[in-house]
């Protein structure tokens, strides 16, 4: 302890530093040494620590209200430009504006038809799919009561043939 405040004063005369040491024994002793005086130089540096951050969140804060502000401008510019879109608020713009927003209105258009007629392309390839698939099965639908009606009818014909091959009055006994 007493080689630890010897060198705290050995660096603040060597180094021409202020410094303070603070030490708290096993015991809850307190041993300090202060080259200007241990309240003043923690004075000190409580003033230098609360500036950098009070400095930190000042300037963390103003980025935070330019972020903010470029945010709500983005906003309702998206705003206007929408309610343009709408066809309304378009008292105040100029020939050359509306002209544009005719231009995107014109392309939106292109686009728009061009992604119905694609949907409608798909589904029609869909419902000729389902067509095909709905015709086979119809064709082997038929070929099944085909030969439902033709064993139906082999197994009926053999069934006319025993009553009249089989007589009562044409057998002996």
Not at 1 to 22: F, P
Not at 23 to 33: C, D, M, N, T, W
Not at 102 to 110: F, H, R
Request: proline share 2%; with cysteine; glycine share 6%.
């Amino acid at each position: 302890r007493n080689g630890l405040l010897k060198k705290a004063y050995e660096l603040s005369v060597l180094c021409d530093a202020e410094v303070a040491l603070i030490i708290f024994s096993s015991r809850g002793k307190l041993y300090e040494f202060g080259s200007s005086g241990t309240t003043k130089t923690l004075e000190r540096y409580q003033r230098c620590s609360f500036n950098t951050q009070e400095n930190s969140v000042e300037h963390e804060t103003q980025s935070w209200y330019q972020e903010v502000s470029k945010l709500r401008k983005k906003y309702e510019s998206l705003q206007r430009t929408q309610r343009h879109l709408l066809g309304e608020d378009l008292g105040p713009l100029s020939v050359k504006e509306l002209q544009n927003l005719e231009k995107q209105l014109e392309g939106a258009l292109a686009q728009t038809r061009q992604r119905k007629t694609q949907i409608m392309i798909e589904q029609m390839e869909e419902l000729r799919r389902k067509e095909r698939h709905l015709g086979d099965m119809n064709e082997h639908l038929k070929m099944k009561v085909s030969l439902e009606l033709s064993s139906l009818q082999a197994d009926g014909q053999c069934l006319r043939a025993l009553p009249a091959s089989w007589n009562p009055t044409t057998t002996s006994a």
